[in-house]
């Protein structure tokens, strides 16, 4: 991930286990000297009622971690747009990218480095599978739309128990998302769920899923601009043309709407 010397990374908190995790990460390698880049944790304050404003800020400066919180009341948008009944979290995750992208831009980063780990990356996996009708996901690098900044995720491969456990160990100052973690219903809860079915009747399940993430055969599925079928012979097999069209961008697996990367 590291793109050389002089880099700049923003490091978005949001308070939750996850966010923690990846910071505590990030300072380790870096004090290891296996991360030669500057470290910018930043907070996007959304404005929800009762944030503790407080908690962050006070937790980043006893460590001397440099940091910008940034306040943005993207909540009232939320609220204001989004019918009753509606999720918010789609219309919300938009606003708070735009607005991490424009922060990124401003400090002088090349990257946004966000703390979506294991679970996080299949349960948007079978949200695209089920509400989108694609196979995409959060994949762990890419360039976003305007080609001006990379986007890591460093837990891509990292379990969220193991992120619960490293965070209660280290008595991390929890915060709870008060817009969309307070609604009933979401997608999102749904899958989890489905997942912990899954994974309570086959210990290991989640692993194996995200391995197939990473063993994808695109001549064993449907998908003419991964692979050439009208131009395969029989002396060329099944390991013949196969082409791919797609770019590692945060909007190369489109198609009429954008995948759910919340």
């Given at each position: 991930m590291v793109e050389?010397?002089?880099a700049r990374w923003l490091v978005c908190l949001s308070g939750g286990k996850d966010s923690y995790t990846?910071?505590?990460?990030?300072?380790?390698?870096?004090?290891?000297?296996?991360?030669?880049?500057?470290l910018l944790a930043c907070n996007l304050d959304q404005?929800?009622?009762?944030?503790?404003?407080?908690?962050?800020?006070?937790?980043?400066?006893e460590r001397g971690v440099p940091h910008r919180i940034e306040y943005q009341d993207t909540y009232s948008v939320v609220?204001?747009?989004?019918?009753?009944?509606?999720?918010?979290c789609s219309l919300c995750s938009r606003l708070r990218r735009g607005h991490l992208y424009r922060i990124a831009r401003e400090e002088g980063c090349s990257a946004v480095v966000l703390g979506h780990h294991r679970d996080d990356i299949l349960e948007t996996f079978f949200m695209n599978l089920f509400h989108g009708g694609r196979l995409a996901t959060m994949p762990p690098k890419l360039v976003n739309e305007e080609g001006d900044l990379f986007v890591f995720r460093?837990?891509?491969?990292?379990?969220?128990?193991?992120?619960?456990?490293?965070a209660r160990a280290m008595e991390y100052p929890i915060i709870p998302c008060?817009?969309?973690?307070?609604?009933?219903?979401?997608?999102?809860?749904?899958?989890?769920?489905?997942?912990?079915?899954w994974e309570k009747n086959s210990p290991g399940r989640r692993q194996v899923m995200f391995r197939a993430l990473m063993n994808a055969?695109?001549?064993?599925?449907?998908?003419?601009?991964?692979?050439?079928?009208?131009?395969?012979?029989?002396?060329e097999g099944m390991g013949g043309p196969s082409?791919?069209?797609?770019?590692?961008?945060?909007?190369?697996?489109?198609?009429?709407?954008?995948?759910?990367?919340?």
């Amino acid at each position: 991930m590291v793109e050389g010397n002089n880099a700049r990374w923003l490091v978005c908190l949001s308070g939750g286990k996850d966010s923690y995790t990846l910071l505590a990460a990030l300072i380790e390698l870096k004090w290891r000297g296996l991360l030669p880049v500057d470290l910018l944790a930043c907070n996007l304050d959304q404005g929800q009622p009762g944030f503790p404003a407080t908690v962050l800020p006070q937790f980043l400066e006893e460590r001397g971690v440099p940091h910008r919180i940034e306040y943005q009341d993207t909540y009232s948008v939320v609220v204001d747009k989004i019918p009753a009944g509606r999720t918010f979290c789609s219309l919300c995750s938009r606003l708070r990218r735009g607005h991490l992208y424009r922060i990124a831009r401003e400090e002088g980063c090349s990257a946004v480095v966000l703390g979506h780990h294991r679970d996080d990356i299949l349960e948007t996996f079978f949200m695209n599978l089920f509400h989108g009708g694609r196979l995409a996901t959060m994949p762990p690098k890419l360039v976003n739309e305007e080609g001006d900044l990379f986007v890591f995720r460093p837990l891509a491969h990292v379990a969220e128990a193991d992120c619960e456990r490293f965070a209660r160990a280290m008595e991390y100052p929890i915060i709870p998302c008060d817009l969309c973690g307070s609604q009933d219903g979401l997608q999102r809860q749904q899958v989890k769920q489905i997942l912990d079915g899954w994974e309570k009747n086959s210990p290991g399940r989640r692993q194996v899923m995200f391995r197939a993430l990473m063993n994808a055969r695109p001549s064993h599925l449907l998908d003419p601009k991964l692979f050439d079928f009208a131009r395969l012979t029989l002396n060329e097999g099944m390991g013949g043309p196969s082409r791919s069209t797609s770019r590692n961008t945060d909007h190369s697996v489109s198609n009429s709407s954008p995948p759910v990367v919340d």
